[in-house]
């Protein structure tokens, strides 16, 4: 249990009722660090995980080998390491889930991606640029992203400085940066789902809007992107205390709230009470399957967005139109007696790549393309389907 399992699971299950919904193409990245359980039961509930590794399957022994796996030697990691079906991203790697997300929506134009945004992990510098991103996101030819900002207050003993500053202060914040941003806040379940149900609908039904009217008239435009700020508590739905501290809503809850439950009888009760609280007996039948009304509340194929095929990249990588790298070798007749730039040379290399792949190959840079003496790729002039002139 890491403290942003249930603020993401909360979400993720959220999304698959818009995705049965409106048939979307969708696929979620969860940027909180430890935060793979909820990837991992998601991924197991719809089905997904099973069908990939076949002895982790949906009965009690197969979900005992799930478990047993999890954080373990020789099993997986408690990000959403790249065994997780569904995953393209690592939690752990702080600071990339923005980034890596538009990535995947450039040249998407039907893809949705869903993204947790940890609130410790949006105070690195990269995740802090990244929200730029909607700068380059051309909406006749891209998808969109839909960031979730998940303020559960806490990094892993520390507060976060985001969730410490008003919410007028937050919400211009994210004005200046090109987003209009939606508040979902509170702890009360019930009311949470039906915040969260009709904000993330409107969410979708924005971006669909934009959307159609860009691809309608033909005329790309930068419009001010959904994008949701989810305040929970840390731990949400966990323990309130353990002993004389504080657990759900406080930074113990983070990674694992209750460690020593095979010495001390209070924390094993206190486990043991959590879990059942969850009252699995009305979710599981006998034989450890989830119930069949609750299973077809999930997306089936791969509108599952743990079984999405852009999230494998061996299933739609396609080959790029290369020139032969021999025509860009320099000829060194004698030693000390030329001078030849490397960038510049291979410059000359990346300008026809460019040319020859402009709707499926970028150059991005977070320095100068100048100063790194790529400047060669702006001789290519056509407009690719990006929308962008080199």
């Known amino acids: 249990m890491r403290g942003s399992d249930a603020g993401q699971s909360f979400t993720y299950i959220h999304m698959n009722r818009l995705i049965k919904k409106y048939d979307l193409n969708a696929i979620f990245i969860s940027g909180p660090g430890h935060g793979a359980p909820a990837i991992l039961s998601n991924s197991y509930l719809e089905g997904t995980y099973s069908e990939v590794y076949p002895d982790k399957s949906e009965d009690i022994d197969g979900m005992r080998r799930f478990f047993k796996q999890f954080s373990f030697p020789g099993g997986i990691g408690s990000h959403a390491t790249p065994e997780t079906p569904g995953s393209l991203h690592e939690g752990g790697e702080l600071g990339y889930s923005i980034s890596h997300a538009f990535g995947t929506v450039f040249d998407h134009p039907d893809l949705i991606t869903l993204t947790m945004v940890g609130d410790g992990e949006s105070e690195t510098g990269p995740l802090a640029t990244s929200w730029h991103s909607t700068k380059f996101l051309n909406p006749i030819t891209d998808g969109a992203v839909v960031p979730v900002l998940h303020l559960n207050g806490y990094k892993i003993n520390n507060p976060t400085v985001l969730s410490r500053i008003s919410h007028k202060e937050l919400e211009a914040l994210f004005i200046g940066y090109g987003w209009t941003p939606y508040f979902v806040e509170g702890s009360d379940l019930p009311t949470m789902h039906q915040a969260m149900a009709t904000t993330l609908e409107k969410c979708i039904t924005e971006i669909r809007s934009y959307q159609r009217k ?76 989830i119930r069949p009304d609750l299973r077809e509340l999930a997306p089936t194929g791969t509108r599952r967005m743990s079984a999405n095929p852009i999230t494998n990249g061996g299933v739609l990588r396609r080959k790029l139109n290369l020139p032969d790298w021999r025509d860009y070798c320099v000829e060194v007749e004698k030693h000390a007696a030329s001078k030849f730039g490397s960038m510049g040379n291979f410059a000359k290399f990346l300008k026809d790549v460019v040319e020859r792949n402009q709707d499926q190959f970028r150059v991005f840079g977070p320095d100068e393309t100048e100063s790194n003496k790529l400047s060669a790729i702006y001789e290519v002039r056509e407009v690719n389907s990006h929308g962008v002139v080199f």
């Open 214 to 289: 860009a691809r309608d008239s033909g005329k790309a435009f930068r419009p001010m992107w959904p994008m949701i700020v989810l305040r929970t508590p840390k731990g949400w739905t966990g323990p309130r205390k353990l002993g004389d501290h504080f657990l759900e809503g406080f930074w113990r809850s983070h990674q694992v709230p209750i460690t020593d439950v095979l010495k001390n009888k209070e924390s094993l009760q206190k486990l043991e009470e959590w879990m059942r609280s969850y009252q699995p007996e009305k979710l599981f039948g006998q034989d450890g399957k």
